[in-house]
Structures are given as C-alpha cells and as structure tokens.
C-alpha cells in the first residue's frame, strides 16, 4: 500500500495517478506528516512518466498481468512492485525493477533508498526497462500471429 513509503526521506515526493476515496487520500497525506504528495486524478500515461524517477505498483490484489509496468517501461521508468498476482514475471529482480511483499513494508523502503543511493541506478533499470518493453510492442505480436496463421495454413 501507498502509505507504507517511508516519506520521512529527503528528496522522495510521491504522486499518485488515478482516483482514490477521498478518506485514503486524507489519510495517506496525514501518514506523510507535510511531505510531498500530489494526488493527480487520470492522468495522460506520456505526461505521467516524463515526471517520474521510478513507479510503485502497490497492487493490493493479485493483478494478472499489470499493463501499467510495460507503460512504464515503454517510457523507461523502472519499477517497484508488490509481489501480487503476475506483477513478479513481469519486473525482472535488479534489471527491470524491484519486487517486495506488500506486508513488509521496510522492503518497499529499501528499494526506494536503493534507488536514491545508488547513481545512475535510475537510468540502467530504465534502459533495460525500455529494452523489455520492446517485446510486447504491436509489431511483435502481429508478427508473432501471421507467422502462426501461415503456418497453420
């Protein structure tokens, strides 16, 4: 959940994209004792990840895929997820991302310093975000089809 991030930490400002109750975002704005947040409501995914550093998927439900970790990685923003669901075959451990159980929420702490204290951290993870995104372009999977229907005709 969004409220375990340790938002104490210097530099680390949280935006969250998409429309909560407005109980949980009182909430989550309390937790962060005056630190950054900024609840956006929908936002257009291409603005979204041009203004952030890393996502957080805090999925609380067990997601069968997670569309939003490839939009990520399209734009070549890493990611952070709960280990729900298929959110774990899809962000690759210390290249793509990083996984934690959405119990534990020292583990999502941890990642998140990971990526503070470590330069050019952001920048690797997202390259190779970018680059694993590329498999589920369009094209691969058109190709992917036509190549069966030739083959099954």
Known sequence: ???????CMPDVELYV??????????????IAGGKPVTFLGFVD???FFKTVDVLIVPS???EPFGRVVIEAYAHSVP???????????????GSTGFTYDPD????????VERF??????VEKMGKRAYEEAQ???????????????EEVI
């Open 135 to 149: 498999k589920y372009a369009m094209s691969n999977h058109v190709g992917a089809y036509t190549s069966f229907y």
């Open 104 to 111: 534990n929420s020292e583990a999502l702490n941890e990642h």
């Open 79 to 93: 990611v952070i997820a709960a280990k729900r669901g298929g959110l774990p075959e899809i962000v690759h451990e």
């Open 60 to 62: 609380v439900w067990h």
């Open 17 to 30: 994209g998409g429309v909560g109750d407005e109980q949980y975002e009182k909430k989550v704005k309390q």
């Open 116 to 121: 503070r204290r470590q330069e050019g951290l």
């Open 1 to 7: 959940m969004i409220e375990s991030i340790n938002l």
């Open 45 to 47: 995914p291409n603005s």
